[in-house]
T-cell receptor
Framework: AQTVTQSQPEMSVQEAETVTLSCTYD???????LFWYKQPPSRQMILVIR??????QNATENRFSVNFQKAAKSFSLKISDSQLGDTAMYFC????????????FGTGTRLTVIP | DAGVTQSPTHLIKTRGQQVTLRCSPK?????VSWYQQALGQGPQFIFQ???????QRGNFPDRFSGHQFPNYSSELNVNALLLGDSALYLC?????????????FGPGTRLLVL
């Protein structure tokens, strides 16, 4: 069974600073992929970044990057140069089963960017 | 390029009633999935529809049912509502033939059961 653990219920960061959100997971699959989604107060779930498990290189999208440690089953999200618009819930997720694109989500981390 | 849309945005029902939520997928997508997000929790997968049939299902009772129309839009029906069904219901769409394709989410429908 899939598990996703986000151990930081809430975090805050000063504007322009860097913050790292942690995620650990467990899966019996060998070929999988992982996501970080952002959910601002508007409720819309927005894809932040995606990582393929077979790729050794960490994914990067502008100010967002991941630290993917496959052996440790760790998938942390780093946000550089934090902006007020980054204030949101952040969810780590992986597919529910092999070949599926439906997702199993963690409980989320509430990030607040302080001006 | 139209994104995923859902209606209504908010809904209030009483226990025992039935509710229908609607979703239109992102342009070009053929698969719709539904998720339930309780307050303070991450979304939980309910089921997925493709080619007008339920393709996968999460751990939800039969009170939760769905439908997909030929234009790929979808409905989520919940019968005999319980207080615990109060949640944000999210719809997500994707193109199934792209294996492991990313899901794109709608803004959700907030359901309150009194």
């Amino acid at each position: 069974a899939q598990t996703v653990t986000q151990s930081q219920p809430e975090m805050s960061v000063q504007e322009a600073e860097t913050v790292t959100l942690s995620c650990t997971y467990d899966t019996s699959e060998s070929n999988y992929y992982l996501f970080w989604y952002k959910q601002p107060p508007s409720r819309q779930m927005i894809l932040v970044i995606r990582q393929e498990a077979y790729k050794q290189q960490n994914a990067t999208e502008n100010r967002f990057s991941v630290n993917f440690q496959k052996a440790a089953k760790s998938f942390s999200l780093k946000i550089s140069d934090s902006q007020l618009g980054d204030t949101a819930m952040y969810f780590c997720a992986l597919p529910t089963q092999t070949g599926a694109n439906n997702l199993f989500f963690g409980t989320g981390t509430r990030l607040t960017v302080i001006p | 390029d139209a994104g995923v849309t859902q209606s209504p945005t908010h809904l209030i029902k009483t226990r025992g009633q039935q509710v229908t939520l609607r979703c239109s997928p992102k342009s070009g997508h053929d698969t719709v999935s539904w998720y339930q997000q309780a307050l303070g929790q991450g979304p939980q997968f309910i089921f997925q529809y493709y080619e007008e049939e339920e393709r996968q299902r999460g751990n939800f009772p039969d009170r939760f049912s769905g439908h997909q129309f030929p234009n790929y839009s979808s409905e989520l029906n919940v019968n005999a509502l319980l207080l615990g069904d109060s949640a944000l219901y999210l719809c997500a769409s994707t193109l199934l033939r792209l294996r492991r394709a990313t899901q794109y989410f709608g803004p959700g429908t907030r359901l309150l059961v009194l």
